[in-house]
């Protein structure tokens, strides 16, 4: 990891020059930090699996404990109430609160989400409710998953149950998170559970899990219509390697892959087929009404901005004859993960997705960085994850200030946890995790972020 001056890093607003109504919040999901992998009733989900193969994941690591927010969730909601964070993202478990995915309903789970949901409440911590973070119930899997169209139905029996069982206590849903991440990298890359590859199983996915988007949302509405439902999209600001014919169409390929391709379905655009021409046979899994099915008025979006890759041509790569040069390999800053700090990236697309008629409100529902924190007895002295705060904050407000429709913040994560197929290596938190012992030490970007938003 190279990390230079970070000339960027400079904040010159300070949480009020935000204004009032902007919601500042810290995320977590529960794959990556409940464990309790078979407790009360659970059943597996495709994580469970794929962690379980060999060398899917880094180190070999084990997700069956993670974070162990199933019996530390009051602990770590006091931590968020200790920081004065007033809003909390947290994702619930398909599988926990439908073992197979569909029929017998485990009361034990929705008692288990019940307590995280009223020990938020009871601490003054709203919490912004996401339904699917990518743990799939094994059981669906089994039959297909998201490359099923059944997977309409399971869904919609799956959010149904969620909506009615905690009606009164969450104001805020998110149906998907990062649709385009779950898609590519579990059904096209296999890099991610459940691990499959082609375009056999992209095409299907991505439209189902648009669908089930639409339908989610839908559903909420008409259970709960004073609710606010959005859903998250994962955005990387793409620039060309050079400025030569070639790589610029290579750039804008990937910009449309990563950042258009998944949400303009969903306003009523369409698939972007004209500058993606392989989207062309998602057609064969289009049926009669879907493209009126689709769309979706959400009430906000959530963006996910992390990085800026920059893109060059490439032949051999099938489909977007693309491919993303490593920070590493550029010269310039980056974190643990090999992303890149540009902070600019967010600035340009909360402008991005602004622009669109159909966004009426943009949340910021993760963005952070991982970098080797070391704990010693003075604390943990992350001065780079504040540096890399700062320099996104001020970006967002310079987005808000030039008419980005951006109305929230929230930091990924609240604590270090099991980071998907990078296993316990990369450390997001603003609280240090010791995975064996699992005792929390607030880092100090977390006291920084509760200094800020102290702010009188």
């Known amino acids: 990891m190279t990390l230079k001056n970070q000339s960027n890093t400079v904040l010159t607003c300070s949480k009020n020059d935000f204004g009032e109504d902007f919601l500042w919040g810290v995320a977590a999901s529960a794959f990556q930090t409940e464990g309790g992998q078979d407790k009360d009733g659970k059943g597996l989900s495709i994580w469970d699996a794929f962690s379980g193969k060999r060398s899917t994941i880094a180190n070999n690591d084990s997700p069956a404990i993670a974070a162990n927010f199933y019996e530390n969730y009051k602990e770590d909601i006091a931590l968020i109430k200790e920081l004065g964070i007033a809003n909390f993202r947290l994702s619930l478990s398909w599988s926990r609160i439908l073992p197979n995915g569909i029929g017998e309903v485990n009361q034990a789970g929705l008692d288990f989400y019940h307590k995280v949901l009223d020990t938020c409440i009871e601490n003054g911590i709203e919490p912004f409710v996401t339904l699917y973070h990518w743990d799939l119930p094994l059981e669906l899997e089994k039959k297909g998953g998201w490359t099923n169209r059944e997977i309409l139905e399971w869904f919609t029996e799956y959010v149904t149950v969620c909506v009615k069982a905690f009606k009164g206590k969450v104001k805020y849903w998110m149906v998907l998170n990062e649709p385009s991440v779950f898609v590519g990298a579990g059904y096209f890359l296999g890099i991610h559970a459940p691990g499959k590859k082609g375009l056999n199983n992209f095409l299907p996915a991505m439209h189902h899990a648009l669908l089930c988007q639409a339908i989610g949302y839908k559903t909420i509405k008409q259970i709960t219509p004073e609710a ?185 994560s609240l604590t270090d946890n099991f980071e998907w197929a990078e296993g316990y290596k990369q450390r997001f938190g603003l609280v240090y995790v010791d995975f064996d012992s699992q005792k929390r030490t607030i880092k100090n970007s977390g006291y920084w972020y509760r200094d800020f938003l102290a702010t009188p």
Not at 333 to 361: D, R
Not at 383 to 395: A, G, N, T, V
């Open 228 to 412: 606010q439902v959005g859903s998250t999209f994962s955005c990387t600001y793409v620039t060309p390697k050079t400025y030569t014919e070639k790589d610029i169409k290579a750039a804008e390929r990937v910009d449309t892959l990563l950042n258009s391709a998944f949400i303009e379905p969903s306003l009523g655009f369409g698939y972007p087929v004209q500058t993606l021409p392989f989207l062309k046979h998602i057609h064969k899994y289009v049926q009669k009404g879907d493209e009126e099915l689709i769309k979706v008025e959400f009430d906000f979006i959530g963006l996910q901005n992390y990085t800026r890759e920059v893109v060059g041509h490439n032949s051999y790569v099938p489909y977007i004859n693309a491919k993303i040069i490593p920070a590493n390999k550029r010269n310039v800053e980056y974190t643990a993960m090999n992303w890149e700090i540009y902070p600019k990236a967010i600035y340009y697309m909360i402008l991005k997705f602004s622009q669109y008629e159909g966004v009426k409100k943009i949340l910021i529902t993760e963005s952070g960085a991982s970098f080797f924190d070391e704990l010693k007895s003075n604390g943990i002295n992350d001065k780079e994850r504040i540096q890399y705060i700062q320099s996104y904050l001020q970006q967002v407000y310079n987005a808000k200030e030039k008419g980005g429709k951006v109305s929230g913040y929230f930091v990924w």
